[in-house]
């Protein structure tokens, strides 16, 4: 098999050299626009935050998607459907094990929000609660903000009704409780009146930046090198041509 000449194996290089770089410096862009997003996403929650509380039925009802109620500050009056209630499973505190209490609130229309009311010890692993966990019968006033459904939670094994799920899922939950569900969106309890030891409310999801920057820089610094490396083989490739010139015209003298 015939070896390529110099010329073609630097131009190979080169094609190869440009094809690395111009992938790394578009993936690098790329890692920009989802830090962009991700920076966007956080000024809207932000914006949703520093609003004043509003009526949770009067601000789904008036918005055109569930995106536009992310981290929305609402509250709500009603009374706790507790024989609907699902256990969230899997949610830790502080590091200690446990789980998270989706309860129904029923509102005076007749529909209801779901709230997820908090953490309970992992021992706390069947719903209705009982004890300092158990959902209040009285009407209640709760305050929170509103989170979008993850909408791919499963009822876990067997069929019937889902009494512990890993993921909120309201439209799932929707199919097995008496009241409409508001659609979309559930509430993560911040406080509430009367107040309980249990559940612990819990904390709201962090706002970052992510990795986006770092990978961004990162892949940058890729494109860089495929270019100083490909500048380091073709001066090796010209030297090796330059040195062997010489030898090459000694023979034809000969």
Known sequence: MV??????????LLLLSLLVAATCVRLGFWQLDRLSQR????????????????PVAQLVDGAAH?????????????TYDAN??????????????GNHVLTPLVLEDGRAILVDRGWVPSEVDAA???????????????????????????????????????EVDVA?????????????????????????????????PELTEGPHLGYALQWFGFALVAVIGYGLLARRERRGATESTPAASHEEEE
Do not use: C, K, W
């Open 3 to 12: 070896a390529p000449s110099r010329g073609v194996r630097s131009i190979l």
């Open 39 to 54: 920076r966007a996403f956080n000024e809207q929650v932000q914006l949703g935050m520093d609003a004043p509380a509003a």
């Open 66 to 78: 569930p995106d536009e109620l992310t981290f929305r500050r609402v509250e709500a009056a009603g």
């Open 84 to 97: 609907h209630e699902v256990i969230l499973y899997g949610r830790t505190l502080d590091g200690r094990p």
């Open 128 to 166: 209705p609660v009982r004890g300092d966990a158990e959902a209040p019968r009285q009407v209640v006033t709760v305050r929170g903000v509103l989170l979008r459904s993850d909408g791919d939670a499963s009822a876990g094994p067997g069929e019937g009704l889902a009494t512990t799920v890993r």
């Open 172 to 204: 799932l939950l929707d199919r097995q409780i008496p009241a409409d569900l508001l659609p979309g969106v559930y509430l993560l309890l911040r406080d509430q009146e009367p107040t309980a030891p249990l559940p612990v409310p819990a904390a709201l």
